[in-house]
């Protein structure tokens, strides 16, 4: 029997449509806030990178905090909507804030702008929006295939936008002048064109009513049963399956944000910045090419835990080739592994989302507890975390070798350094996310307790 449909095409495609929003600050900021901050506001890399690993910290509480708030929420726009919609308003503010660190403020003073901004953005506003929409993967359709394509949409829009800010945001700030002003000028471009994207998102769906997410079964008048913040948190610790998504999540986002990182290499290595712009395209295209494909390669699988797998083994074989290359000096080498490396990702970021919605049936067939808007945080505690452990690695990294901002050529650790972190560490990101996920097969766990209850 066909499983029910949800969707028409341009829900599908607006909800997609809302990454838009959430990379024109990620990609903004994991590609060029570490150059911004470094070379022309004056700031030392391994203070930076301290000052976004300690905002770190409020992420893990902010994430389960706001997830549980969603699933505590109801309101005529649903549960995770409202969150969405005005949680995005204030990305944009501190999105244009820390990119206008005022010149005439003493460098205390200046850390302290790029925290306070830094971790609102992050901690706050970012968790709010990021969170409920991945939530809303599971709350307004049950039909998996959905999901999928849901997921290989919004990702295609993902990588569409952070191909694009890391093509033309180095020509964009050259254009406006080059300077702090341009800087400015760029960031309040994006937020503008996050916050339509975002509210064009929101008015495309509308989330399932209550009984029709609970399997059917009809509301009673028994007042819905509360959970605390730390009965979330021990829900979410009791899947196994969520620990290993986040873990996976985390290190795909510190992978993304290492090479983010490459305009450093592009720069010093490779002696041309605009091959940022060139690499984001071998990365991006396949990445989306293979996301047109997956939604049919997870029916034709049967499943997504085969096709993530030989996905990620294709990946690291493919980031193995970009070391060979690199080491030989041959871009176009390098940038055909990159490519094959995309590719072979491809399938985890587009049913990344449907294979949440499945952990979170897990949690519910387990503990008989539907916690969505909770499951979801890993999503944004990955993107957060990651982002900003990828970025602080990369500051302190850059310290470390003896990096000089600004300079027209680094010493010989600097350049060792910045093969290290281009080329050795997405490789070993990459092996670490292919033995995770040979473990991650919850949609066989699910069988076998439906299976277990129908005997």
Known sequence: MEEKRYLKWYNKVGYGSGDIAGNVVYALLSAFVMIFLTDTVGMNPGIVGILIAVSKLFDGISDIFFGSMIDKTHSKMGKARPWMFYGYFGCAICLVAIFFIPANMSSFAQYAWFFIAYTLLNAGFYTANNIAYSALTALIT?????????????????????LLIQSITVGLVAYFGGNAHAWRTVAIIYAVVGVISNTVSVMSVKELPPEELNNGQKQTDEPEEKYSFVEAFH???????????????????????????????????????????????????????????????????????????????????????????????????????????????????????????????????????????????????GTKLGGGIGTAIAGWLLAVSGYVGGAAVQSASCISML?????????????????????????????????????
């Not at 080739?321 to 995309?342: C, D, I, N, Q």
Request: one cysteine or more; charged letters at 10%; proline letters at 2%.
């Open 142 to 162: 049950k039909n998996n295939h959905e999901r999928v394509q849901m997921g290989s949409i919004r990702f295609m829009f993902a990588f569409g936008t952070s």
């Open 235 to 381: 829900l979410l610790i009791a899947n196994k399956y969520y620990l290993m998504i986040c873990g996976s999540y985390i290190l795909m986002q510190i992978y993304s944000a290492t090479l983010n990182m490459g305009i450093y290499y592009m720069t010093y290595v490779l002696n041309n910045a605009n091959l940022l712009g060139v690499f984001s395209w071998a990365i991006n295209i396949p990445m989306i090419l293979g996301l047109v494909f997956t939604p049919a390669l997870v029916a034709k699988c049967k499943g997504m835990y085969k096709l993530n797998l030989f996905g990620y083994v294709v990946g690291t074989l493919g980031r193995l080739g970009v070391v060979l290359a690199g080491y030989m000096g041959s871009v176009p080498l390098m940038l055909a592994f990159t490519a094959v490396a995309a590719i072979g990702m491809s399938p985890l970021q587009g049913d990344m989302n449907a294979l949440i919605a499945t952990c979170s049936e897990y949690t519910y067939l387990t503990k008989g507890k539907r916690v969505d808007g909770t499951m979801y945080s890993c999503t944004s505690l």
């Open 419 to 455: 093969h290290i972190m281009y080329l050795w560490i997405p490789m070993g990101i990459n092996l670490l996310i292919t033995l995770i996920l040979s473990r991650l097969n919850v949609e066989k766990a699910n069988e076998k307790i439906l299976a277990a209850r129908e005997q």
